[in-house]
């Protein structure tokens, strides 16, 4: 079991930065690779960066590519989205989410672990 609770949501302004953090406790959380997705409000749950069990493999959807980065700290048990140059199309509430392969998915189904999310919101 992985339980996963997010931090460091807010309100910026456009071109603005905010980092996410993911923090993960049980003790298989190394043996996950991991996602953040957002839902904006009447929109499906988009996938936004992965990162592979080991760290060394991530990937970013293209809206995000560029201004946004996914790292993990296997021994603090925790992940971490850096998002720079934040424009309003950001605004969402960002889930971070577990899946006990070694590597990521884009599909939410495939996930088995949730965070509650954390509401970004981003000013013009």
């Known amino acids: 079991q992985v339980q996963l609770v997010e931090s460091g949501g807010g309100l910026v302004q456009a071109g603005g930065s905010l980092r996410l953090s993911c923090a993960a406790s049980?003790?298989?959380?190394?043996?996950?690779?991991m996602g953040w997705f957002r839902q904006a409000p009447g929109k499906e749950r988009e996938f936004v960066v992965g990162?592979?069990?080991?760290?060394?493999?991530?990937y970013s959807a293209d809206s995000v590519k560029g201004r946004f980065t996914i790292s993990r700290d296997n021994a603090k048990n925790t992940v971490r989205l850096q998002m720079n140059s934040l424009k309003p199309e950001d605004t969402a509430v960002y889930y971070c989410?577990?899946?006990?392969?070694?590597?990521?998915?884009?599909?939410?189904?495939?996930?088995?672990?949730w965070g509650q999310g954390t509401q970004v919101t981003v000013s013009s």
């Open positions: 989410a577990a899946r006990e392969e070694a590597n990521y998915a884009s599909d939410p189904n495939l996930y088995h672990y």
């Open positions: 049980g003790r298989t959380f190394s043996r996950c690779s």
């Open positions: 990162i592979t069990r080991t760290g060394i493999s991530t």
